[in-house]
């Protein structure tokens, strides 16, 4: 008793929250239509009332055929026409309310895809997107994307079958007060069991979204072109099968245990509703032997007790779908009010606009680094400067952490110690797009979008609607016009094979489109990751002819392993061990004979 | 009451159809045959190729719904225990050569041999067990390092001493070191592992290439993200990797290729060059022009400087 107690002020407590959840919930899923919604719910309060018109109906219907008094077979009949109508209404209407309803549902749907692109967009770092908790989140959201605009639904379909208890509930008043309040409470403990058991199959669903990641990632690898190959040749789809059907199998304990021990005790408690009804129907009878009721009332009790404990499951049944359509959205929302980069964002008013040329450069100072979830660090203490106008190498193991270098430039994080300056002034105090739009970088995992050759190399430009020109003529500097040029459409051809008549090129062509995509903007800092690592001697040896010109007024920092292109950088960086070793140009370094000699000849001596 | 029931039975029976209509092309997708046709009485493949040939011979492709043929009649041979090396300009059709030798597609004209049997008479599975391969775009398993090395051959994904070993001809030994729980170290960003550098995540594609008892191993761009010494002790332990083995190298690196017992230049389709480093150098035709071209850019002392 006393827990049943603090329940029901614990809900009552968090009434207001759950309204105002209810109310911006409401605002999600019917925003993008309200007048539709509108129509809707005005449709669900009529055909809620015929019920109740009806049952009552029924009764005047059978004291008109009581003998007795005032009886009139002719008003009889007309009474039963109009019961007849109260069944015909709600058949002719119910077709428009579902396509109502349907076309309410797909609208929020895409509404709420919306909302989750323009949150991803919001995040403008990597601090988040990189982190698994956030990919857990995500997975849940996107089952959430398809349970959330059900919340209409089971809201009207709620509230119309509440209008319909209510209007039942006043007709058993009638006949005595008792009557619909004890109806009422028997039926509440099975109302707070459903809810628990939605609430619960909420909770298994968010644990079980780890297990369905993995689920998912087994799929995909089985699946996907990506791993296609290698799947293949190395025969890995058994494997990749048993670690599925294993996961599974945990996602479905976690989804079903709980819930289903819920769902026994709700049923057992639909017991208490039925001896209520049972109840009533001994003092009905009883009076009307005493002749203080009529037949009709008889008739009445049953119909509208047959009625309300019918109305007064779905009602349930609706609540408890309606709860947890708003958990879901309570996650999107979270999600949603969570998106914001990570990383400070300067003052409104007081930020930096980025320089189109540099003036001094960019200069690390003590630079320090850990990745959230890491347990070393991946930078430790890297001082040196990027001057302006100057073409800087960047060489060292593979693991020293020279990507994360770029991430930090570009803010995809922010350093946790030292401080990265850019013509002077910190880093953070730049407007972030700004600053973004000032570099171009060309990543070592460069992506391979599935869209034409001229958008894959116009994506890198500041408004690539507008690049159209520029494409061509970035694309002879990085040899990928003659990537064009075998192209059956040219640079109109779509690449990758995702979308039927789309075509494959080779790991070095794509690497000369990503180098266009890099070029294609006008840039004041040029990053380029290990740009040259697939490309034929030909084209690398071209493109470093270019290099120069190209990077004229500009600003560049080339990492690579091949000291080809390393050793015609004006200034050349050494990492080691998460710290600048040594550094200087390529004659000052040769001759010091230190790490970079030794390196050096490693690769050139397999020339002689 | 009755009615409300039979409201929600018409809803039910209203997805009917639709699970109807959607059901033949699940079926489709499930039930869909190999795309490879499968010989009827395949043979098993060699257990060792001792004097068995792989050959390509005239061997034509186009990808499906391309418009313009990738090869245009190679043909070459492959010879037991011998080092070969494939070069040509990006877009040459060198990773295709490999798609087909290790059946991923059929050739459209012209047949691969092996033993002077088609290929497409061997058993596919048992035909891939004798290849080892590491493609350019190898994949990043979000698995744990000792799985990424082995699931190259599933058989020993629990055999901890193979994959060390494996790790250590593939460069990877010192990394694995590194890790916090070595071999049992969950690597990859998306379940929390730990995320590697492209570099870092190549030496472990090599191990799970060379970690393969296959008599031959493909090598596809095996070392273009690695750093200078990783690439260096790798070529260093070349010989001991390939030894006994069949290796068909692609690179763009000449002080690789050079290193071939046999060296294929690929273009327009057709092999144009073929022959050991000294002899293609000897006579002066494409391959030599791009060897001296890369070989300038560190040898020719008068480049230093002027950058």
């Given at each position: 008793m006393r827990r049943a107690w603090d329940r029901l002020t614990g809900a009552l407590r968090g009434l207001p929250a759950g309204v105002r959840l209810g109310r911006r919930g409401f605002g999600l899923v019917a925003g993008p239509d309200p007048r539709g919604a509108a129509a809707f719910i005005g449709l669900v309060v009529l055909l809620s009332a015929l019920p109740v018109v009806q049952v009552w109906l029924s009764k005047l219907v059978v004291d008109e055929l009581t003998p007795g008094a005032g009886s009139s077979p002719r008003v009889a009949l007309a009474l039963a026409a109009g019961y007849a109508l109260t069944l015909l209404v709600p058949a002719a209407l119910d077709p428009v309310r579902r396509s109502l309803s349907i076309r309410l549902e797909d609208r929020a749907v895409g509404a709420v895809d919306r909302h989750l692109m323009e949150a991803g967009r919001r995040l403008e770092d990597l601090v988040r997107i990189e982190r698994p908790a956030f990919q857990d989140e995500l997975r849940t959201v996107q089952d959430s994307i398809w349970q959330a605009p059900r919340l209409l639904m089971w809201m009207d379909n709620a509230l119309g079958n509440s209008l319909t208890l209510v209007g039942l509930l006043g007709l058993l008043g009638g006949l005595h007060p008792v009557l619909p309040l004890a109806l009422i409470a028997a039926g509440i403990p099975q109302l707070f069991a459903d809810q628990k058991a939605a609430w619960l199959a909420y909770e298994a669903m968010t644990r079980r979204s780890r297990a369905a990641r993995e689920m998912d990632y087994c799929a995909r690898i089985a699946t996907e072109p990506d791993a296609a190959k290698e799947v293949r040749v190395?025969?890995?789809?058994?494997?990749?099968?048993?670690?599925?059907?294993?996961?599974?199998?945990?996602?479905?304990?976690?989804?079903?245990?709980?819930?289903?021990?819920?769902?026994?005790?709700?049923?057992?408690?639909?017991?208490?509703?039925?001896?209520?009804?049972?109840?009533?129907?001994w003092y009905v009878a009883a009076r009307a032997g005493a002749g203080a009721?009529?037949?009709?009332?008889?008739?009445?009790?049953?119909?509208?007790?047959?009625?309300?404990?019918?109305?007064?499951?779905?009602?349930?049944?609706?609540?408890?779908?309606?709860?947890?359509?708003?958990?879901?959205?309570?996650?999107?929302?979270?999600?949603?009010?969570?998106?914001?980069?990570?990383?400070?964002?300067?003052?409104?008013?007081?930020?930096?606009?980025?320089?189109?040329?540099?003036r001094s450069g960019v200069e690390l100072r003590e630079v320090s680094f850990t990745y959230p979830e890491g347990d070393e660090r991946a930078l430790d203490g890297v001082s040196f400067a990027l001057r302006a106008g100057e073409v800087t190498a960047l060489v060292g193991a593979?693991?020293?952490?020279?990507?994360?270098?770029?991430?930090?430039?570009?803010?995809?994080?922010?350093?946790?110690?030292?401080?990265?300056?850019?013509d002077g002034r910190p880093l953070r105090e730049y407007e972030l797009s700004g600053l973004r739009r000032a570099i171009a970088v060309v990543y070592q995992d460069f992506a391979r979008f599935a869209l034409s050759l001229r958008e894959n190399i116009a994506v890198g430009a500041d408004e690539p609607g507008r690049a159209e020109t520029r494409v061509?003529?970035?694309?002879?500097?990085?040899?990928?016009?003659?990537?064009?040029?075998?192209?059956?459409?040219?640079?109109?051809?779509?690449?990758?094979?995702?979308?039927?008549?789309?075509?494959?090129?080779?790991?070095?062509?794509?690497?000369?489109?990503?180098?266009?995509?890099?070029?294609?903007?006008?840039?004041?800092?040029?990053?380029?990751?290990?740009?040259?690592?697939?490309?034929?001697?030909?084209?690398?040896?071209?493109?470093?002819?270019?290099?120069?010109?190209?990077?004229?007024?500009?600003?560049?920092?080339?990492?690579?392993?091949r000291f080809s292109t390393v050793r015609m950088a004006d200034r050349i960086v050494v990492l080691e061990g998460g710290r600048v070793l040594e550094q200087g140009t390529h004659a000052e370094l040769t001759r010091r004979g230190g790490r970079y000699a030794e390196l050096f000849e490693m690769q050139a001596g397999r020339y002689r | 009451m009755l009615q409300g029931t039979l409201a929600m039975l018409s809803f039910d029976i209203g997805f009917l159809p639709m699970v109807l209509h959607f059901l033949p092309s699940l079926f489709r997708v499930l039930e869909a045959p190999p795309d490879l046709p499968v010989s009827p009485s395949p043979h098993p493949a060699p257990g060792r190729y001792a004097g068995a040939l792989l050959a390509f011979e005239d061997v034509?492709?186009?990808?499906?719904?391309?418009?313009?043929?990738?090869?245009?009649?190679?043909?070459?041979?492959?010879r037991p225990g011998e080092g070969l090396a494939l070069v040509g300009r990006n877009g040459a059709g060198k990773t295709t050569i490999v798609k087909l030798l290790l059946r991923l597609y059929d050739p459209t004209a012209g047949r691969i041999t092996l033993d002077g049997v088609d290929l497409r008479e061997y058993d596919l599975e048992d035909l891939r067990r004798e290849m080892g391969?590491?493609?350019?775009?190898?994949?990043?398993?979000?698995?744990?390092?000792?799985?990424?090395?082995?699931?190259?051959?599933?058989?020993?994904?629990?055999?901890?001493?193979?994959?060390?070993?494996?790790?250590?001809?593939?460069?990877?030994?010192?990394?694995?070191?590194?890790?916090?729980?070595?071999?049992?170290?969950?690597?990859?960003r998306e379940f929390g592992g730990r995320e590697l550098s492209g570099g870092e995540w190549q030496k472990l594609a090599l191990a799970r290439a060379v970690e393969q008892p296959a008599q031959v191993l493909v090598l596809d761009e095996p070392t273009a993200a690695l750093d200078v010494q990783t690439e260096y002790d790798v070529y260093t332990r070349f010989y001991d990797l390939t030894r006994n083995r069949t290796t068909l190298l692609i690179s763009h690196r000449f002080s690789t290729v050079r290193m071939a017992d046999r060296i294929l230049y690929l273009e327009g389709g057709r092999v144009r060059e073929e022959g050991g480093h000294e002899e293609l150098m000897a006579r002066d035709g494409e391959y030599a022009r791009l060897y001296r071209l890369q070989a300038s850019q560190y040898l020719d002392e008068a480049a230093e400087g002027e950058g």
């Open positions: 190395f025969g890995l789809g058994g494997f990749f099968l048993a670690r599925f059907e294993e996961r599974f199998s945990f996602a479905l304990s976690e989804v079903t245990s709980a819930r289903l021990r819920h769902l026994r005790i709700s049923s057992a408690l639909g017991g208490i509703q039925a001896l209520a009804a049972a109840g009533g129907f009721l009529t037949l009709g009332d008889i008739a009445l009790y049953l119909n509208a007790v047959a009625q309300a404990l019918g109305v007064s499951s779905r009602i349930r049944i609706s609540y408890a779908m309606a709860f947890e359509s708003l958990l879901h959205i309570r996650g999107i929302f979270n999600l949603l009010d969570n998106a914001k980069a990570r990383v400070a964002q300067p003052e409104d008013g007081r930020e930096l606009p980025a320089p189109a040329t540099l593979n693991g020293v952490g020279k990507s994360t270098l770029v991430k930090l430039l570009t803010r995809m994080y922010d350093p946790d110690e030292g401080e990265i300056l850019l061509e003529r970035v694309a002879g500097w990085a040899g990928a016009d003659e990537v064009a040029g075998k192209l059956g459409q040219g640079y109109d051809t779509q690449l990758t094979r995702r979308f039927e008549g789309g075509v494959e090129v080779s790991g070095g062509e794509w690497q000369k489109v990503a180098l266009a995509r890099g070029f294609v903007r006008d840039a004041a800092l040029v990053i380029l990751d290990e740009p040259t690592s697939a490309l034929d001697a030909d084209a690398e040896h071209r493109l470093f002819e270019r290099f120069r010109k190209l990077m004229r007024g500009r600003t560049a920092l080339i990492i690579s392993h | 034509e492709f186009s990808y499906p719904g391309a418009d313009r043929p990738v090869l245009l009649g190679v043909s070459f041979e492959m391969v590491i493609f350019q775009d190898f994949v990043r398993y979000e698995l744990t390092a000792g799985e990424n090395i082995g699931v190259g051959d599933v058989r020993v994904l629990t055999n901890e001493w193979r994959l060390l070993e494996a790790a250590h001809q593939g460069g990877a030994a010192e990394l694995v070191a590194t890790l916090p729980e070595g071999l049992g170290t969950q690597l990859g």
